[in-house]
């Protein structure tokens, strides 16, 4: 049904077709005209994907008509994933394309700072220092310069520190610092070589009653620096009220799961000032700006003209506005250059070339290539209306090649014709641009200052056309993409992308041994182009033996893969280190995996990383073979169970029944397994039996909103939910319950086996408990009490249950050694 809904939603008003050029309707086109006239920005700011009041986005953008623009400190890298596995950067590469997805329904644009989500702060300090809070705040005003808002509005406080995500505040305080910095020429002087310096006029923070602790004290707070307005109207022509555009934007956020139920009628937002005037009109957000085209000199005509043409706009012929629109452009090239120059002149033409009708396409041969790689281009220019058109010229952007044509587009007449272009050497493989170099636990290395900011990298390739319209020639560009057409599906598109000559990956990401036999590394080569010939080989840390020592690879077609398979033995004593494999041709070495991301509601995301793998020497025992997993939100903890010997079963709905649960030695529970999957709710009972029956059933970590059992009955005994976490991966552990069998059998656990853990300790640990639970571990963050709930243990029957909340999802596919020993206790418990 959403995917129906979207589809509707994208023919009706908002987006593109199938990532391909973007659709539009008279409706836009007449919502497009009417923002001419509005001259007004605004940026909102917060720390995260999701942070975002989409509500107030799409009303900025879409009832007011103002530039708006939200600035996401991070790219959400630290989070969770619930429609797959990816984690750290190549999630925050999701969530960034989520996020575009958004603005694309709401209207709004979208930046980023540098800062790294690094994983859940409890304090801005720490945050701050993690992130280099100089830096991040140089972002914060390198966007405020570039964007220009007249108003800036923070999602969160920037004074109760503590009382909330260390990001979330951080967010705040920055951009409350930043608005007195960004109008001085000694603040941050060398980002003047590319922008100017910019005042914004207002400073709101967008509150609610949730900041003040409930509805009763909000209704009693003095309210003097407070606005309201009611960002639910209702938009007759694309019948929809805001909070419903707001609600479909918000659950593009799919990895996290923000898909609700669609708000209708007068929704009230509240926005305080913190910084310049309070308006009188306390109903307009802009009140005392001027928004009009009187605010560039000699403007004020084109305002009156764009009006007349809002007036006589034919919906049943849109290209009747072409001759107006045509002349609007050419009295802004008149103007002096400015900010609102630019964006309003790229404005017009994209409206000019909307009423024409124009279907304008460049599609690639293939959706890849190579350095010196020769590709055929296939041009489509299709003019739907009566509106003259020529077209004059196509070059692609970088490349030699450039076509004069002047063509007259005739209306509904098909153009196609095609050009080869050779991929240039000088071309940069495509790759999100913030991971192309190594960067830090809390900021991402980019180098180039003109960079910072931007929500993706360029295109891979663009082509550049320019198009005679009433005697005045209009410039154009539109994205290299490479079409496919399904016999299901019907035409898609993805975008062109540059890569590699080869891609070289370790299947797997982390390689445990758990004793001195030799194993085999699987090593996948895949080719970027026609006839790769090389040799294969793996960089090895001291200690550690392959055999054979390379493999001669032969790939004759491109995107042929073929997969080597190395034996590697370990040292005899227990070891960590990384491994990488090269390919090395013609005395060049590549190293670089070429990773794809296919989610429908995003565009494939083409990303070149440094191929490694963590190999990992361990002692450890552990009792029982046979595992049965029910998958959750998705995490990489079965690979990792079959790393050290384990056989693991993924158990679907119809798996889960007494008969096939019993030949297991356990079952473990995936993360969330009981926030997003609907028939937990009928198996819990079969699982309660099987733990009653001599099993033993392992939890991981729920969240207490969303259940899909009664929270008492989530365990065999009661016990409750929070939110509370050890964010902390260094923070000390104390070992509770120091005999308990799973702190000895089969192996001895020590304070020692929770050294260099990733990211955090846990989250959503329990906070009271029956007494026939054990709590086997105890830690806490800085200044905090002690957390015991994130391991908990249970005899059940003839079984044991065992809820945890540590961060297994994290530390076992991140080869953390104590972890394996640990779960391995867990998964033993009983077995003698």
């Not at 539109?478 to 898609?492: F, I, L, R």
Request: charged content about 25%.
């Amino acid at each position: 049904m959403k995917k129906i809904l979207f589809s509707l939603i994208a023919l009706l008003y908002f987006t593109s077709s199938s990532f391909g050029q973007e659709q539009w309707n008279s409706a836009k086109i007449h919502h497009g005209i009417k923002k001419l006239n509005f001259l007004g920005s605004a940026l909102y700011v917060a720390a995260h994907p999701d942070d975002e009041n989409t509500r107030l986005i799409s009303y900025l953008s879409n009832y007011e008509q103002a530039n708006t623009a939200y600035l996401s400190l991070t790219r959400g890298d630290g989070g969770q994933n619930l429609i797959g596995t990816e984690l750290k950067e190549l999630l925050g590469v999701i969530r960034t394309q989520e996020l575009l997805a958004a603005r694309k329904l709401d209207g709004g644009k979208q930046f980023f700072t540098r800062a790294n989500d690094f994983g859940y702060s409890k304090h801005p300090d720490e945050t701050l220092a993690i992130w280099n809070k100089q830096e991040v705040l140089a972002d914060v005003v390198w966007t405020i310069r570039n964007f220009k808002p007249d108003i800036i509005i923070n999602r969160f406080k920037h004074d109760t520190p503590g009382s909330t995500h260390g990001h979330h505040t951080s967010s705040a305080v920055l951009s409350y610092e930043a608005f007195d910095l960004v109008g001085s020429q000694k603040s941050f002087p060398e980002q003047l070589k590319y922008t100017d310096v910019w005042q914004p006029k207002r400073l709101y923070m967008n509150t609610s009653w949730w900041f003040y602790g409930s509805r009763e004290k909000f209704a009693e707070a003095d309210k003097t620096r407070m606005l309201s307005v009611d960002a639910g109207v209702y938009y007759p022509h694309i019948g929809m009220s805001n909070g419903e555009i707001a609600m479909i934007s918000r659950a593009q956020h799919r990895c996290q799961g923000m898909g609700r139920a669609l708000n209708r009628g007068s929704q009230t937002e509240y926005l305080e000032v913190l910084k310049g005037e309070v308006p009188t009109n306390k109903e307009d957000i802009f009140d005392g700006i001027n928004t009009t085209w009187s605010r560039l000199k000699g403007g004020a005509p084109i305002g009156t003209k764009v009006e007349k043409i809002i007036s006589n706009f034919n919906f049943e012929a849109p290209s009747k506005s072409v001759p107006a629109l045509v002349e609007v452009y050419q009295m802004i090239e008149k103007l002096s250059d400015s900010h609102w120059k630019k964006i309003k002149k790229d404005e017009v033409a994209a409206l000019i070339r909307a009423c024409t009708g124009l279907y304008a396409s460049v599609t690639a041969s293939s959706y890849s290539a190579v350095k010196g790689e020769e590709i055929e281009l296939t041009y489509e220019f299709t003019n739907r209306s009566d509106a003259g058109l020529e077209l004059l010229d196509v070059s692609v952007s970088g490349y030699e090649k450039d076509s004069t044509l002047n063509l007259v587009l005739n209306a509904d007449e098909e153009n196609k014709f095609y050009t080869k272009v050779t991929i240039p050497q000088s071309a940069s493989i495509s790759n999100p641009y913030w991971l192309n170099e190594k960067g830090s636990l809390g900021m991402y290395a980019v180098k180039d200052q003109k960079e910072r900011g931007h929500p993706e990298s360029p295109s891979a390739m663009t082509v550049a056309y320019n198009l005679k319209i009433k005697n005045v020639k209009i410039p154009y560009t539109t994205t290299v993409n490479y079409k496919s057409v399904d016999p299901v599906d019907g035409e898609s598109f993805r975008p062109f992308v540059i890569i590699p000559e080869v891609s070289v990956g370790i299947v797997d990401n982390v390689i445990i041994f758990a004793d001195q036999a030799e194993k085999e590394v699987e090593v996948k080569v895949q080719a970027g182009k026609k006839g790769v010939e090389g040799k294969l080989s793996l960089a090895l840390p001291a200690g550690w033996k392959s055999n054979p020592s390379h493999f001669d690879i032969s790939l004759s077609k491109k995107e042929e893969t073929q997969n080597f398979k190395f034996k590697l033995t370990p040292p005899k004593t227990e070891s960590e280190a990384s491994l990488q494999a090269i390919v090395e041709i013609g005395g060049k070495k590549f190293v670089d995996e070429v990773i794809l991301i296919d989610y429908e509601h995003i565009p494939v995301q083409t990303i070149s990383l440094p191929n490694s793998a963590k190999i990992v020497k361990l002692s450890i025992e552990k009792k029982g073979s046979k595992i049965g997993y029910i998958m959750g939100a998705g995490d990489k903890i079965p690979e990792s169970l079959k790393q050290i010997g384990y056989e693991v079963i993924l158990l679907e709905d119809a798996d889960i029944t007494p008969e096939n649960l019993k030949t297991f030695d356990a079952v473990i529970c995936g993360i969330r397994a009981y926030n997003t999957r609907e028939k937990m709710k009928f198996h819990q009972s079969k699982l309660m039996d099987y733990v009653k029956n001599g099993g033993t059933y392992i939890v991981q970590y729920n969240t207490a909103h969303r259940l899909k059992v009664k929270s008492e009955e989530l365990g065999p005994y009661p016990f409750k939910l929070s939110r509370e976490r050890v964010a902390d991966e260094y923070a000390a552990v104390t070992l509770l319950a120091k005999e308990h069998p799973i702190l000895n059998e089969p192996n001895k656990i020590t304070e020692k086996d929770f050294e260099n853990w990733v990211q955090e300790r846990g989250l959503y640990f329990p906070t009271e408990w029956d007494d026939k639970y054990t709590a086997i571990l105890s830690s806490h963050d800085l200044g905090e009490p002690d957390r015991n709930g994130g391991l908990l243990v249970s005899e059940f029957g003839e079984g044991y249950y065992i809820y945890t909340g540590y961060s297994w999802f994290r530390e076992l596919p991140a080869g953390v050694p104590g972890a394996f020993r640990l779960f391995a206790n867990m998964i033993s418990i009983g077995k003698d």
